[in-house]
């Protein structure tokens, strides 16, 4: 039992990553021209665990012109072991 608990404590205390981008967008109006899917993906190379979570208020639900919509989007990449990354964090304010 013990064991499981240490394991859980080191999964949690995981490193952060090595590029994180984070968006928030919002629109007046948008218009949706093409029915589908949406995609957006992050691809590390060797990949240690990179995800995307994305959020879209409100959801189209069929329609296809909305109002006053917001994107919230946070990706993060994660470079597995045995590479080195040389290069410093530039961050900028958001104009």
Not at 12 to 27: F, G, K, S, V, Y
Not at 53 to 79: D, F, M, Y
């Given at each position: 039992m ?21 968006i ?43 109002r006053?919509?917001?994107?919230n989007?946070?990706a ?19 104009q």
């Amino acid at each position: 039992m013990l064991l499981a608990l240490l394991l859980a404590q080191a999964a949690a205390a995981q490193a952060p990553p090595d590029i994180e981008l984070n968006i928030r967008a919002r629109a007046k109006s948008a218009e949706i021209e093409r029915k589908g899917e949406a995609k957006l993906q992050v691809i590390a190379e060797p990949d240690a665990r990179s995800h995307v979570e994305a959020r879209v208020e409100p959801l189209p639900e069929g329609r296809t012109s909305l109002r006053n919509v917001e994107v919230n989007v946070r990706a993060e990449a994660r470079i597995g072991e045995g590479v080195e990354i040389d290069a410093k964090a530039e961050t900028a304010a958001p104009q």
